[in-house]
């Protein structure tokens, strides 16, 4: 991951899905943010290791999925513990989808947090659209982040976000004309959310192989120049794939 990249995208912070930088070296001033991907990472030397990243942490990645930490809302309060233990701010646990559903994943886990008074300082969601509609999809994503802080009370990061449909199994991707115009609108918006403290969009890179990638090798496609360009982008971040 060139250093190049890193500024020329305006990434303000990243984070790998780990504890540790993958061997990704950034510019002085762009913050890693270690995550406890999933219930086997919480060992000891997980947790040493990203306390010596800085202060912050993340919690689990998409527990509500099978294919991700795939944990239920007992064992991510089993372990809780042990992440406060680091004394590092804690991100709740990114679920995939329903963080403003009474009774989902995430509401079960913030109401065993509080009756166990557990520390929980904010609450990173994930976002994908499947309407392609630049307008349309942006009034969603402002909706949903409206929702899941009234209900939670708490700062949100959108640790990740994009157009992608998901609904058929099959990604379905925008155009790059359509992605470029939910990346000015919808950054626009985020700026003008004070709860939401950071946002990542999905992914930095089109090494992925997937069709929502900002950069092809160190050249920003339609979509990254669009992101780059983005007005007031003081608090941008960055998801990088693990190496």
Known sequence: MSLGL?????????????SGRGGIKAPAGVEFVPM???????????????????????????????????????????????????????????VATGGDVAGGWLDRLMNGATARDYKV??????????????????????SYLQAVHQRHKKPIWLTEHALIDFTNGTPRYPTKAQQAAFVEKSTAMLQRLPYVKRYAWFTLSTDRGNGSGLYNGARANRVGAAYRAAPGRGRASQRLPRT
């Open 6 to 18: 890193f500024s020329d995208a305006r990434v303000g912070w990243y984070y790998t899905w780990s």
């Open 36 to 94: 406890m991907h999933d219930a086997g990472s919480v060992t000891a030397a997980e947790l040493h290791r990203a306390r010596e990243q800085g202060g912050i942490l993340l919690g689990f990645n998409e527990p509500d999925r099978s294919d991700q930490a795939h944990m239920t809302v007992k064992q991510a309060l089993g372990l809780w513990p042990r992440l406060e233990s680091t004394e590092m701010r804690l991100g709740a646990p990114a």
């Open 121 to 142: 300082d904010f609450i990173p969601l994930h976002w994908y659209g499947a309407d392609f509609d630049a307008t349309r999809a942006t009034a969603q994503l402002r």
